[in-house]
């Protein structure tokens, strides 16, 4: 028993012996000049992954140029819709236009006021009034007006004319044979707001066909800046 004891002791140290010699040879199998390649091979692959994320920053950098672009183009594509949007709210704010007949006929009219034409067919901006016949601009700027009128039968003639608080716009007349006679007037203005424009009489007979006959018209052609 103690001769195969010594035996087992021998085996394991022979056993060690082998196993730290094959180590020392394996670490000693590794010269320099493969250490050396190792490292270089090692070297390279940071230098490409350096390369990458050089490249990759590079692209970051771009694209945030390009979305700062995009935001900068966003903008200025907002505030050329708000201006566009703004403009429109005004022009949409100030359109002004009107038209306006005779709800009956014949018509007598008087001699220096206005002539009614009370059946309202379109008034946006509200600046005519059919119980008057008068049309006050609701805002500054360049306006059309136009009016048509028709003599009622066997009457002699009419003078009548467009008239701007006192200025004379447009004169026409109306000359009666043995039929119906029309005429008509238009006129381009410049009213200041709050000024007025109607049709008067301005000689002559005092009766009018009336109906959609006798007719006032007018809109805003531009609105002062």
């Keep these: 028993m103690a001769i195969v004891g010594k035996q087992c002791f021998c085996f394991c140290l022979l056993f060690v012996f082998t196993k730290t010699t094959a180590l020392h040879k394996r670490s000693d199998d590794v010269s320099p000049q493969a250490l050396m390649t190792l490292v270089q091979q090692q070297a390279a692959a940071i230098q490409r992954l350096e390369a990458r994320l050089t490249g990759v920053e590079a692209t970051n950098q771009q694209q945030s140029s390009t979305i700062a672009d995009l935001n900068t183009k966003l903008s200025d594509v907002n505030s050329s819709s708000s201006v566009g949007l703004n403009n429109i709210n005004t022009r949409l704010d100030t359109t002004v236009l009107f038209t306006a007949h ?102 002559g007979d005092q009766t009018l066909e009336g109906a959609s006959w006798c007719s006032f018209s007018g809109f805003l052609l531009s609105r002062d800046p």
């Design 102 to 203: 005779m709800s009956k006929g014949p018509v007598t009219v008087g001699d220096s006021s206005p002539i009614r034409f009370d059946a309202v067919v379109i008034n946006v901006g509200g600046g005519y009034n059919p119980a008057t016949g008068v049309f006050t601009a609701p805002v500054s700027g360049v306006y059309v007006v136009y009016a048509q009128l028709m003599i009622h039968s066997n009457l002699l003639s009419i003078s009548w004319v467009l008239d701007k608080s006192g200025t004379v716009l447009c004169m026409n007349r109306l000359e009666q044979a043995s039929t119906y006679d029309t005429s008509s007037c238009l006129a381009t203005t410049r009213l200041h707001k709050g000024e007025q424009v109607f049709v008067g009489r301005h000689s």
